[in-house]
């Protein structure tokens, strides 16, 4: 089986799961969306829309917004098909006047209706000429707008300068659009601290900046972790990356920079934790939150894929029910996510979400099934429930459009080296639908990697011991595993370390320009099981290996004790200076939560290390920038 499907194959199969034979063709009736401020109003602010439409069709009406130019035929997918009647969108970009595209569908038909706001302004908050900065909801979070950039340049960012220091910090570059003002986020910012923010432009030979405006940030009111700083940073430590941006689990996620003092945090309007994703260039963040979703079967956990800008707005987001039914047309295979079900795609999203370079985005969710035919001991009177991984490929819409089933390419009689299992909404565990108790955590695999070598994927499966090559090919590829690094795998190991292996790791990825470094997170569960599998002892590593392709040989060139074992947890990045920065997300110590992020010296000694007291991290990004982030290669 290929990794991409045609969707024209199988575009009729979304009949079938939506609309049963003999259905009524009536048309949702839809209300134009009412807006609960009117237009005009000032780029930036918040407007909260509210969705109604009637059927005399029985079936659960969901409702899906896209946004657009008013009078322009480009319209972008803010929020895919939801049962959630509101949305609150906040333009910060660009001014002018804005189309808001609702679509209702009763989902036992499958009959769609329209309707619009055809036209709502945004009015500029650049006047006279005059470049002017704005506060926002967000309280360490600033709006930069300027009027449009001078002749001849062709770049713009802003400046970030806290006051009684020398050196600031920077947005991304972007580029200047003709005769438009420049809006920039700014953030990364003290509470209750002076800045001056000045935005800069670039001719392709020289910055020339704007006018220097201050601005004072506000006071945090939200609870946020409690952070301090371990071992303070070094002369041989990176000074570049100033900033920590910090994926908590089940608390409020923030970013701090290396004194520890916080300079961003988000706070879901569910009132719920979300869990971060990955940072990506601009600053925007995807996400996994909580919510409702297109079905409204009453599934909150682990629903909701999100992008958010750093003052915390929602640039987009789907659902987990909403993608299961377009992989369900897509492959053609039933989807029944309930007890009594057999086989259900797609219920929930977990553990990470990339960006492409080509706009795509992939994305991990399960697949529970069961088995009766003898697959991990199960007989017909014996039912085992087995969850398996999907990578879900969704265009720049997040539209489904490719999708990589691990039941396809894995041997699935290869159990979970440790045994693992999950019943519903354990820690690190999807929803279980198919059955009331406990299903087998066959791979829990929790993480994505790109490599633009070759267009390929590396999936690392943490219940297996194993990173996966996927030959992936920009979507055009087959699917196959290329090869399986690790114990038990393709390659053979370069070491006389009584345990060389990595386990149950997290966060692979190639690093230094090529295909053959690569750093993960050796969380090291299998080798401090007791023997025979482990060791029966030891402490999480901080892990470089050399990984010879062609000849399928593995050399670890870092194993970096870490000074406490991380059951779970973590992530692997190269700083610019060659260092390594590792998140020890999940101390064992009852009572104690805490998680660290360590850099490493080459020659595996630790250096700076930061420390989140009662909380555990998922991950943590070292940043120049909210707005750089970091990257394997």
Not at 54 to 78: N, Q
Not at 188 to 213: D, E
Not at 614 to 633: A, I, N, Q
């Amino acid at each position: 089986m290929k990794f991409f499907r045609d969707w024209f194959t199988h575009a009729c199969a979304i009949c079938a799961v939506l609309a049963p034979l003999g259905s009524a063709q009536a048309t949702p009736l839809v209300d134009v969306p009412a807006a609960s401020v009117a237009s005009p109003q000032p780029l930036g602010t918040s407007v909260k829309l509210f969705f109604s439409a009637t059927d005399t069709d029985p079936g659960t009406l969901s409702y899906r917004l896209d946004v657009g130019p008013a009078g322009g035929s480009t319209l972008t997918m803010v929020r895919d098909f939801s049962v959630d009647p509101t949305f609150i969108y906040t333009p910060t970009r660009q001014e002018g006047a804005y189309q808001f595209v609702l679509t209702a569908r009763n989902n036992s038909t499958g009959n769609t209706g329209t309707n619009r706001i055809a036209r709502y302004r945004f009015t500029s908050l650049v006047t006279g000429g005059v470049a002017v900065v704005t506060p926002t909801a967000h309280p360490l979070v600033a709006l930069l707008s300027t009027p449009p950039c001078p002749a001849g340049a062709t770049q713009v960012r802003a400046s970030i300068l806290q006051d009684g220091l020398g050196t600031p910090s920077y947005t991304n570059w972007q580029a200047c659009r003709s005769g438009q003002n420049v809006n920039i986020l700014v953030a990364g910012m003290r509470a209750s601290t002076g800045y001056t923010i000045t935005s800069q432009t670039w001719n392709g030979t020289k910055v020339t900046s704007g006018t220097a405006l201050p601005f004072t940030t506000g006071a945090i009111s939200v609870s946020l972790p409690s952070v301090s700083v371990v071992t303070p940073l070094g002369p041989q430590d990176n000074q570049t990356q100033r900033f920590i941006l910090l994926s908590t689990i089940a608390a409020t996620p923030m970013a701090v920079d290396l004194g520890a003092h916080p300079v961003w945090y988000y706070v879901d309007p569910s009132g719920t934790a979300p869990l971060l994703y990955r940072p990506l260039l601009g600053g925007q963040i995807t996400m996994l939150a909580n919510g409702v979703n297109s079905a409204g079967n009453g599934v909150v956990n682990g629903q909701i894929l999100r992008e958010i800008d750093l003052a915390g707005n929602t640039l987009r987001e789907t659902n987990a029910t909403r993608i299961a039914e377009q992989v369900s047309a897509l492959s053609g295979i039933p989807s029944s996510c309930h007890i009594g079900g057999t086989e259900c795609l797609a219920g929930a999203f977990h553990h990470d979400a990339i960006l492409l370079p080509n706009g795509h985005t992939l994305v991990l969710t399960d697949e529970e099934k069961i088995f009766t035919d003898g697959t991990q001991g199960s007989s017909v009177p014996n039912p085992v429930d087995i969850i398996g991984d999907l990578i879900v490929d969704l265009d720049a819409n997040w539209q489904v459009v490719g999708y990589w089933r691990a039941f396809d390419h894995l041997d699935v009689n290869r159990a979970a080296v440790l045994g693992e299992t999950c019943t519903s909404n354990a820690g690190g565990c999807p929803p279980i639908y198919l059955t009331a108790g406990i299903a087998k955590d066959w791979l829990h695999g929790n993480a994505l990697y790109y490599s633009a070598s070759d267009g390929s994927v590396l999936f690392s499966i943490r219940h297996q011991d194993w990173v996966v090559k996927i030959d992936y090919a920009n979507g055009t590829g087959t699917g196959d595993i290329v090869w399986k690094l690790g114990a038990g795998g393709d390659f053979a190991m370069n070491s006389d370390d009584p345990f060389p292996w990595f386990s149950h790791q997290h966060d692979p990825g190639f690093v230094q320009n090529g295909t053959t470094t690569l750093a993960l997170f050796d969380n090291g569960n299998t080798r401090v099981a007791p023997p025979p599998l482990g060791l029966g002892s030891g402490n999480s590593r901080g892990y470089v290996l050399h990984v010879d392709q062609v000849n399928h040989t593995a050399t670890p060139v870092l194993l970096a004790d870490l000074g406490f074992y991380s059951g779970a947890l973590g992530t692997a990045e190269l700083l610019s200076n060659g260092d390594y920065h590792f998140d020890a997300g999940y101390s064992p110590v009852t009572g104690q939560a805490y998680a660290q992020s360590i850099e490493v010296h080459p020659d595996a000694t630790l250096g700076y290390t930061l420390q989140v007291q009662g909380v555990r991290c998922y991950r943590t990004f070292r940043m120049v920038s909210l707005y750089s982030p970091p990257s394997k290669d």
